[in-house]
């Protein structure tokens, strides 16, 4: 069997390779996503103070690290205390990283008009997600 | 030089996380002049040319590779052989080909520790067969092949000779774009020299916090005291990695009253990160008898993740004992 | 490698005044003891900074010893042992989570007039050390990368 590899695979964030098997006609017998990568983050997070993991679990991702951030701070402050403060929680609900920068590229790149117009409108869907995960909703 | 007088530039990412890559977007409009001067030959982030593009290419014919990640595999280890061939000048961007950075402190485990996490400890893997990952398996079609997994984190530095060093997670914007003027101007240091920051200087020069004579009589973690902002938070027992790290990022960290972690590598003329950072933090212990001295360091909660946030691969011992 | 045939090889700092003095009062009047000490002189055992240790592992030393005058009176330069008694605890933590065995790192106090005291550490330390075989740093990295 041929195989076609696809390597690397390009324009996102991280590591990854398509393998493709082609039969005896040429066509596709199967296709394989390989991933070439692992660093261990669930490992080494073992053993260190819990205060300083908001400051390496953003280190797993370079493009979305404050997700990584907020996530490990939300469970840092509640492994810590109890008693939640206002205003960490008022800190969390003004992320708005998902609507700002992670969706709305691709919302603005489908559109061909320069000028404002319906077609740059963020989707409706990403906007009641966003309301949702500040429980403003 | 490519024919049309533009830089021809590789970029590449090892065990790295993209913040690199991001780190160059984040030059924002200057983002054009890069373009302008350069052309940009290799890079898996933005652009689609594959690795077989690069093993195409002549000996040195890219001036400058930017690569960045730490070596953790062997895909990483022959990456870094190929565009030391395929390059005029190979540069270390960011810490983790600087000096191992944050993936760096897998170097306190082994490779049969973090897989048995990995694959099948983890509360969030479902791996019922126990598979673990093999450099080769048969599938029904053929044969899959994954690189290598180390035992041992490695810099770029420990597996290939290396140009330029530019130290930072991530280094800065500012900083960037200084190296590339630099690059561009042909005025580069001696090969070898850290660029892109501070040639003498520590983070505590950069830091607005007022510092006094130090007399620490108790450590403290940073989320169990509010810090007083003028005060150096070393000072108030807070440990802080600015002392035993190279000025260049601007302190951004101790500008909001957390401390230092020592991003932006050792220090200048410094051996070991870890060893300055550990003696500078030891020597200020405000204690007369031995017995109080111990008290109070036995409360530094682990040594090598304080000491070598950044550095584990860099420093002097490179990992815990392997058995 | 453990048994007779290993020799450990030890890196000791000895500050001028008190512990390097011992040793060569000990050396002079022919004490018994063993030649496995590679002996490096300071002027004071606050010279020794934490990476001079560290080094000497990495370099090959199976075991290390800082040695110098008694606090609270005794240094030559008045508190350069407190620094020490400061560093050399968070040293030990150090070399601990490394996976150096805390036998093979000695540090204290001996003065100059306690020739046998260092004689006596000499022969007990080169023992112990030969016991834990040797550390061989770099070497077992390499060996056990494959």
Redesign the interface.
Known sequence: MKKISIDPITRLEGHGRIDIFLDEEGDVANAYLVVPELRGFEKFAEGRPVEELPRITPRICGVCPEAHHMASAKATTRSITSRYPRRAKSCESCSTLPFTSLTTPSTFTSSERPTLSWGRMPRLPSVISWAWSTRWV | MAQNGKLKLGLYWAASCGGCEIAIVELREKILDLDAAADILFWPCAMDFKYKDVEAMPDGHMDVVLFNGAIRTSENEEMAHLLRKKSKVLVAFGSCAHEGCIPGLANLFDRKSIFERVYLTSQSVENPNKYLPQTSYQMPEGEIDIPYF???VKTLGQVEDVDYFVPGCPPQAPQIWAVVEAILGGNLPPKGSVVGASPDKTVCDECKHNREEKHVKKFYRPHEIIPDSNRCLFDQGIICAGPATRAGCGALCTSVDMPCRGCYGPAPNV??Q???L??A???V?D????ED??RI??E?V???GT?YRFGLPA????????E | MNGADFEPRIVGFLCNWCTYSAADTAGVSRMEQPANVDIIRVMCTGRV???FV??A??EGADGVIVSGCH??GDCHYNSGN??T???M???E??LQ????EEERFHWGWISGAEAPKWAQLVRDFTEQVRELGPLN?KR??ES???
């Open positions: 180390y035992n041992t051996l070991d870890g060893a300055a550990l003696s933090v030891a020597s212990v204690a007369d008898t031995e001295a111990a360091v036995a530094v682990d040594p090598i000491f420093s002097l011992l490179h990992r815990t004992k392997l | 900074d934490p990476v560290l080094k592992f990495a606090p609270p407190y620094k008694f400061r560093r605890p968070l040293v933590a150090l989570q490394y996976g150096i740093w077992e990295l056990k990368e494959d």
